[in-house]
Every structure is written in structure tokens, then in C-alpha cells.
């Protein structure tokens, strides 16, 4: 069964309740160019994307944002718009005017940047923190409830505050405990239009954060509706398998009510992908196909070319029964290994994504072709590392440097390392905190300049982005994580 949700309202447009899975994406233009920003915005909205983020990190981007809805009007889009804000509470009071919706992180609403130092909390000044927050997010909320315009409590791993991380760890718990601290402000004002996020670059992190969200959800009897989202998930064929591991896995359990697949690449490009994902949410509706993960163990996670899968094996498509009958099926057979019958990254990953993460299939049989896929599907889901991780952001209004030409030619450079988690972040409001667990990173530090990082250590500053990629490269072979690429062929 689908989780029952309340309706929430953006602009016309509503999330939960008995509506379809809504479409997002996010602007990557600089929001203060108004004409730049509304070209991308009736892009979207003409292929489709349902309600649009725009990144507004200051007053100016915030009053921009007058303009960008007027002249949406003017040329007839009411396509909704949600204001993102992070560290900086006057520009979401101002911003409040002119879009339908405002997204905050509750790890850096009112929290500055976590300095990711241990620090002792005794109950007096944890309560002083959680005092000032709410005097930091209180006028925001009764604003929105004077103009029934909803927020987003939008959790990141690896935004969380030091407050938060010094309780909880940087978890999937702790992130839930973070945007609940919001929501509890909310409520004490009698506020109710609210959506939840929990987001991580790795798949399994955000699944258990989104699971624990809703338990604890249903322990306090709240039905908001949820956006789900992979983020950072990168580029090309990992990116997608990635989201659609991570989303497709929580929308056969009827966990969703809005996605975003983020992508390092033009935002149209996030469309399509969104689309399977919600065709395939209608398939689980059509045959009342919403399933529960199985309580077993994780699969062994094999990947065999179709000649080579072993005789004492079944072998199953999901052309005719869906994950919720091959849950069925792995009740009463061992060793299921399904055949990827599809080349679609979105599908692949959506599909495959629940079966290997409960164990009821034990691992996936692929033709020639698909070998690529197959690995992208495994590394999604952790059980076979075989190329480098790479966590890059979808980019937005801060990005300070060309994000998708940069992060191919570093993929181009390092995608021979598996195992190395290499972070390309476009800027360093948010990237050094939410590249997570990278074990490099990549991030910009002002326009045309990078900073470079070990793990969550600032290495090298402001190095020219001319020669960023060559110093990084330096840095994975001073720590001894460097191989030469074979070529093949
Ligand atoms: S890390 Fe990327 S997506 Fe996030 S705020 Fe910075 S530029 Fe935008």
C-alpha cells in the first residue's frame, strides 16, 4: 500500500494526498539573472517538471525572485517555484512574497557551517540552541501560514549541525532528529503544510534515513508528504542508477510523493528519468504492487553474463511479475537471479535496487552489452565496488565554475579507481560539507578558483581551475590511491 499522506498545497499544484508523484528539478542559472532564469524555468516546465527550485542564497537573489515569477505570469507559466535556502534566514523572509514554497536545510537554517568538532552539550545549552532556532524559523513559518504557503524541511547528509552530529553521529538517525527539530517548531505554530527530505549521495544511507523518517512518522501519527531524492548522485549512467536505486526502492513501498533525480547535467535532462520513475510508481498502483522489503539478508550481489548463470539457478525477468512477486517467489526459492531486460538506467536501477538490497534475488544475469549497467547497479547498492565513486552536485545559482565540463574531464581522468570516492562540489557554501564521506574533493572556492581536499581536511586553496584537475590528481597519488589506467583494445 502507498502511505497515506496529507495533501499539501504548492501554488496549484499538490503533493500527497490522492495526487501523482510530482516532477522537480532546480534551476542552475544565476538566479539574478532574471531572463536566464526564467529560459530554463519554461524549459522544464514545458517538458514536463511540476514545480522548480531556484537557489536564493542573499537579499538580491531573493528580490530576483519578483521578477522571475512576473514574468512567468506574464508569459502565462504558473508553474509553482520553491525558494532553497541555507545559512541565511532574511532572504527566505523576503523570498516568502514571491514563490510557492521555500525549502530550508534544518542542518544550516539557524546552525552555521559544523566544524565537525566534539564538543559536551548539557540539557541547558542544548535547550538555549533549540531556542534560538526557533527564533531564527518562527517568523518564517507564521509567515508561510499567513500566505498558505508550505516549507520543505530538507535534511542533507552531511549538513547536519555539529549539535545534531555531536548526539547523533553524521546518520541517517541524526538527520531525521534534524528535520524534526524544525518540524516541531511548526507545529507548536499550528503549521501543517509541511514536506519532508532526507537526502544522501549514497543510496543506502538516504533509504534507511527516508525508512526511519517514516517510522518515526508513524509513531507520532503525522502524515506529511515526502520528497525523495539521491543528491550529488553525479552524472551519466551512475548517476541515474544511483537516484533510481535509492527512489525506486522507497516507491515500491509506497514511500514518496514528489522526486527529484539530480543530475550533473542540463536540469532537462532530470525529466525524463523522473517520468519512469513516476511510470513505474503508476504500474505499482495499477496492480496494487507496493511491497515490504523482505527481513532477509543481503544478497551475495552476483553479476553473471546470461550463458554463465549456473544451472541450479531460476531465472526471472520483471517483463511479467513485479518486485512485489519476486519478493513472493524468494519465499519459496533459493538462488533467483533476475535478467535485466531492460537497458534503461532508471528501470534497471529501480528494479533490480529493492531485490539485491533485501536478498531476494542473488544477483543479476546480463548480456554482453550490459556489463556496464550491471556494475553501475552493484556498486549502486554496495555489494561490488568496481570503478571510482563520484559524488558531484547537480549545480545552481552558486556554482562557480563550468560543473558538467569539469566533471567529465575529472571522470574522463580518474573513473580507473575503484573504491576511491572522488567529490566535485560547485562551491563552498555547501560542497565541502554534503561531499559527505569523499575521500577527495573538488570544490569551488570563488570564481574560477578550487579548493582541494583529503577526506574533510582543506589541502590546497584557491588553486586556478586550470590546473585544479592535475593537483588533484597529485593529491590521490601522494596518498597512495593512484593506478595507470590499462587500455584495452
Ligand atoms: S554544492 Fe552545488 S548544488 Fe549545492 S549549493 Fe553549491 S553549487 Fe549549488
Same mark, same amino acid.
Given at each position: 500500500m502507498r502511505r497515506k499522506t496529507k495533501e499539501v498545497l504548492v501554488g496549484k499544484i499538490g503533493i500527497g494526498g490522492e495526487n501523482p508523484i510530482r516532477i522537480q528539478s532546480m534551476t542552475t @542559472?544565476? &538566479? !539574478?539573472?532574471i531572463p536566464a532564469t526564467v529560459e530554463q524555468i519554461i524549459r522544464l516546465a514545458d517538458h514536463g517538471c511540476e514545480i522548480v527550485r531556484v537557489t536564493v542564497q542573499g537579499k538580491k537573489e531573493a528580490e530576483a525572485c519578483e521578477g522571475i515569477k512576473n514574468t512567468l505570469l506574464k508569459k502565462g507559466y504558473t508553474i509553482p517555484l520553491c525558494a532553497d535556502i541555507h545559512f541565511y534566514p532574511p532572504a527566505a523572509l523576503i523570498v516568502c512574497d514571491f514563490v510557492d514554497k521555500v525549502r530550508i536545510n534544518p542542518g544550516n537554517f539557524a546552525d552555521r557551517r559544523a566544524l565537525f568538532i566534539y564538543k559536551e552539550y548539557d540539557p541547558y545549552t542544548y535547550a538555549k540552541e533549540l531556542e534560538k532556532i526557533e527564533e531564527a524559523f518562527a517568523p518564517l513559518v507564521l509567515k508561510c501560514k499567513a500566505q498558505n504557503k508550505p516549507i520543505r524541511i530538507g535534511a542533507n547528509h552531511g549538513s547536519l549541525s555539529d549539535r545534531i552530529m555531536n548526539q547523533y553521529g553524521n546518520t541517517p538517525q541524526g538527520m531525521v532528529a534534524s528535520a524534526l527539530e524544525y518540524a516541531d517548531i511548526c507545529r507548536k505554530y499550528d503549521f501543517h503544510a509541511i514536506v519532508f527530505s532526507m537526502k544522501a549521495s549514497n543510496p543506502l544511507l538516504m533509504i534507511e534515513a527516508y525508512r526511519k523518517l517514516v517510522e518515526e512518522m508513524q509513531r507520532l501519527s503525522w502524515d506529511y508528504p515526502i520528497h525523495l531524492g539521491v543528491t550529488e548522485? +553525479?552524472? $551519466?549512467e551512475d548517476g541515474r542508477v544511483k537516484s533510481a536505486v535509492g527512489i525506486g526502492t522507497l516507491l515500491v513501498e509506497g514511500i514518496g510523493d514528489t522526486i527529484r533525480v539530480s543530475l550533473t547535467e542540463d536540469p532537462l535532462e532530470e525529466i525524463e528519468p523522473c517520468k519512469r520513475l513516476v511510470n513505474l510508481w503508476n504500474n505499482y498502483r495499477e496492480h496494487n504492487a507496493f511491497s515490504k522489503p523482505r527481513k532477509g539478508s543481503r544478497s551475495k550481489g552476483e553479476l553473471f553474463r546470461i550463458e554463465e548463470v549456473p544451472k541450479t539457478a531460476t531465472l526471472v525477468t520483471l517483463k511479467t511479475p513485479k518486485v512485489a512477486r519476486v519478493r513472493e517467489m524468494a519465499k519459496q526459492k533459493e538462488n533467483l537471479i533476475l535478467l535485466l531486460d531492460t537497458d534503461c538506467p532508471i528501470v534497471a536501477g529501480a528494479e533490480c535496487g529493492p531485490l539485491l538490497l533485501d536478498g531476494s534475488i542473488d544477483g543479476i544475469a546480463v548480456d554482453s552489452s550490459q556489463i556496464a549497467l550491471g556494475e553501475s547497479i552493484l556498486q549502486a547498492t554496495r555489494h561490488r565496488i568496481t570503478k571510482t565513486e563520484f559524488i558531484s552536485c547537480p549545480g545552481c +545559482? !552558486?556554482?562557480?565554475?563550468d560543473l558538467q565540463e569539469v566533471s567529465k574531464k575529472i571522470r574522463e581522468k &580518474? @573513473?580507473?579507481?575503484? +573504491?576511491v570516492r572522488i567529490a566535485i562540489m560547485g562551491c563552498i557554501v555547501n560542497g565541502p560539507g554534503e561531499m559527505a564521506d569523499a575521500d577527495f574533493g573538488y570544490v569551488g572556492s570563488k570564481t574560477g578558483k578550487v579548493d582541494l581536499y583529503i577526506g574533510k581536511q582543506?589541502? $590546497?586553496?584557491?588553486?586556478d581551475h586550470l590546473i585544479a584537475d592535475e593537483r588533484l590528481i597529485a593529491l590521490i597519488k601522494q596518498e597512495g590511491k593512484w593506478k595507470d589506467m590499462t587500455i584495452s583494445g
Open positions: @542559472s544565476n &538566479t !539574478r539573472d548522485a +553525479g552524472a $551519466e +545559482g !552558486r556554482t562557480l565554475f &580518474t @573513473s580507473h579507481l575503484p +573504491g582543506c589541502v $590546497e586553496k584557491d588553486i
